[in-house]
Structures are given as structure tokens and as C-alpha cells.
């Protein structure tokens, strides 16, 4: 009796547990961070010139950079020691002449550290295992913000004989990892804004919308969109930074323009997802015609006082295509059924690039073509 009233339990449970489920498919959301910036927090770039020691004789030559040379006999006269009487007798191959870059990240504060970037600016063939010397590097403003000094790293090979040479990687080029010390920090208090712009890096009116809407529910009604590009918040009598670091951790689904890219020179194409196309018939050929001659050699009989001659023997072979056939993509079709049609028509990526052009110039392709 006990038995029998547990059955249909135990039936249920086994049924339930049998049972397949069905995964809805994960909405693409992404972080607010990763798509748009906060208003002044932003990287400055920097620049200096400077000189690099210690080369293998692989620096610039001084009698072909004369910017080279008066570095040098400049910096021998800070430091004491006058060259300018000898400048002609300067013949040194281990100093090149160098730019020297860098990015000042948002709230640097003075003594920390960033990565330079160090190019040769002469006729120097390479740079490894090279000594920045001192190098202020300045902004836009004329300010020097930080200064750089450090061993030089390329990752790059160059092997050189007496007949040939081979060179692996951009030996004229390389970075000094942590190479700089900022010096002056720029002034920004984010903490003392009581309204601050968000700025999306792809301007979009519905994910602007959107970003507002999840603020708004998440945070409070902070957030209205002005444009394609900006939210603007109303931080009054809030935490500014716990706010934001609330509001950048927030997940959108970011909605983007139809755009297809196209570029020639290598023959790469990029689509979006909202790439549609109305119905359209395409058909795809080439005419080749191929010409071969294989001239063949006469041999005349013996004693018949015949000459030998060269017969010339032609083959052409013409290829029409004809096993191509016309094809109809309907309307509407997702980019997943647009690849797939072109790929059975046997179309490579240099004949779609000419029919996606095609079909833009007959107005069948609903996005934006973008050549490069």
C-alpha cells in the first residue's frame, strides 16, 4: 500500500528530471565601460627627442645627420667636455638620433611610471641593446610632464654577411617598458563635478537611449540622452565616484548601423550583423581564354633532301564559366544567408567585393558601403 502510493511520486520526478531544457539564447550585452569613456578621463600624448648610445656601430652616420652630430657635440658641452673645435673628427657609429613617444594615462600622479616608445629618426639600422639617454617629453602645451631614460628593447633579429643579410622585425624601432617618470600630473577633479558627460566611443542614438534607461532603473533617474554620442548625468548630492563605478559596470546591448567595409588592397570584408539586402538575382563569371603553343620539330626521311623545320602547334582553350549559375537571394536575408549564397555561387572575396558594389550601385544592399 506504501509502495503503491509512492509510485506516482517517484513517475512525476523521474519525468521532470527527463525532461530537456530549453536555453534561450544570451542577449549580447556589454559593460558601459567598454564602449564608452567618462567625460575628461582620457590619455595625452607625449613627445621628445633624445639620443641612444651603446650600439653595435649600427647608429646614424654623422656626416650624413647633421642634427645627429650638433646633439651630440650639445650634449658633450653640458656636460663639460668641448667638441666644437673637432667637430669635423667626430666619427662615432654607436649614437642614433631617435623620437621618442609615450601616452600620459588619465590621474598619472608625478613619480609613477609609463612605457616610451623609441624610433630612430636618422640612418640607423638598429637600435638593440641601445641607452636612452635623458629625454624630457612634452604635450601639446609645451609642458614637460615626464622624462624618459632606459635600455632599449626591439624584439627584432638582424643577422648581416658578407653576401646577404637577414632582418626579422623592425630593428629601427623598439620601447623601454616603465622607461619614464611623470613629472607633472593633469589637473582634473572628478569629484567636484556635479553633472559629467558619457561619451560613446560608436555613436549610436538607441544605445545612448538605452545606456540612459539603465541608468536610470539601476541608479535613479540621473541619465538623459542629448545626442547620438552623449548621456549626459546629474550627479547633485550623490557619491561621485561610487556612482559612477556603479554606472560603468552596468550591461547594454549597444545597437550599431549597417555597415559593410571593404578593403581592396587586401582584400578583406568586414559586414555587421543588421546588413540586409531586398531581392536580387546575381550571376558571376569570368570569359578566360588560354593560349598555348608547343611548337613541335619536323624531321625530314633519310636521303629524301629534306630539311628539318619547326612546326608551330597552338592550343586555345576558352572558359566560359557556364556551370555558374544565376542566383536569388530573397528579401531580408540575415548576413549569415548572404555569405552562404555567395559562398555556393563559388565567389571568392576579390569577385564579392565587385558584387557587393553591385548590388549597393542597384539599391538592393540596405547599409553602408565603406571602401578603403
Do not use: C
Not at 4 to 26: E, I, K, M, Q
Not at 61 to 71: A, D, I, M, Y
Not at 278 to 286: E, H, L
Amino acid at each position: 500500500m506504501r509502495l503503491s502510493r509512492l509510485l506516482p511520486a517517484f513517475l512525476l520526478l523521474l519525468t521532470v528530471a527527463w525532461t530537456p531544457v530549453v536555453w534561450s539564447p544570451a542577449r549580447a550585452q556589454v559593460r558601459i565601460k567598454d564602449i564608452a569613456d567618462f567625460e575628461g578621463v582620457r590619455e595625452n600624448q607625449l613627445i621628445g627627442y633624445g639620443l641612444v648610445v651603446g650600439l653595435n656601430g649600427t647608429g646614424d652616420k654623422l656626416q650624413n645627420n647633421v642634427f645627429t652630430r650638433e646633439s651630440l657635440i650639445g650634449m658633450l658641452e653640458r656636460l663639460g667636455v668641448n667638441t666644437r673645435d673637432q667637430a669635423a673628427a667626430l666619427s662615432t657609429k654607436n649614437l642614433a638620433a631617435v623620437m621618442v613617444t609615450a601616452e600620459l594615462p588619465a590621474f598619472a600622479r608625478s613619480g609613477s611610471r609609463i612605457d616610451v616608445a623609441v624610433s630612430a629618426l636618422g640612418d640607423a639600422t638598429n637600435l638593440t641593446g641601445g641607452t636612452l639617454l635623458v629625454t624630457p617629453l612634452l604635450a601639446a602645451d609645451g609642458e614637460v610632464y615626464a622624462v624618459a631614460q632606459g635600455t632599449l628593447s626591439t624584439g627584432a633579429i638582424a643577422a648581416r654577411g658578407a653576401a646577404s643579410s637577414v632582418t626579422r622585425g623592425v630593428p629601427t624601432a623598439g620601447q623601454i617598458v616603465n622607461g619614464a617618470t611623470v613629472e607633472r600630473e593633469v589637473p582634473f577633479k572628478m569629484a567636484q563635478d556635479n553633472s559629467l558627460r558619457i561619451s560613446l566611443r560608436n555613436p549610436d542614438l538607441t544605445t545612448a537611449q538605452r545606456i540612459a534607461s539603465a541608468i536610470n532603473a539601476s541608479v535613479g533617474h540621473i541619465a538623459k540622452a542629448t545626442d547620438p554620442r552623449t548621456v549626459l548625468l546629474d550627479l547633485t548630492a550623490r557619491d561621485k565616484i561610487e556612482t559612477l563605478g556603479a554606472i560603468e559596470r552596468l550591461r547594454v546591448e549597444p545597437d550599431n548601423s549597417a555597415t559593410v567595409v571593404i578593403d581592396e588592397a587586401s582584400g578583406t570584408i568586414v559586414m555587421g550583423a543588421n546588413v540586409r539586402i531586398s531581392t536580387v538575382a546575381i550571376a558571376q563569371g569570368n570569359l578566360t581564354i588560354r593560349v598555348t603553343e608547343t611548337p613541335e620539330v619536323s624531321q625530314p626521311n633519310p636521303f629524301s633532301q629534306g630539311t628539318t623545320q619547326v612546326v608551330p602547334r597552338t592550343t586555345i582553350q576558352v572558359d566560359d564559366q557556364h556551370d555558374r549559375k544565376l542566383g536569388i537571394l530573397p528579401a531580408g536575408v540575415t548576413l549569415r544567408d548572404l555569405v552562404a549564397s555567395l559562398n555556393a555561387l563559388g565567389v571568392g572575396p576579390r569577385d564579392m567585393i565587385s558584387i557587393l558594389q553591385a548590388i549597393k550601385a542597384a539599391g538592393a544592399l540596405q547599409a553602408d558601403l565603406q571602401v578603403r
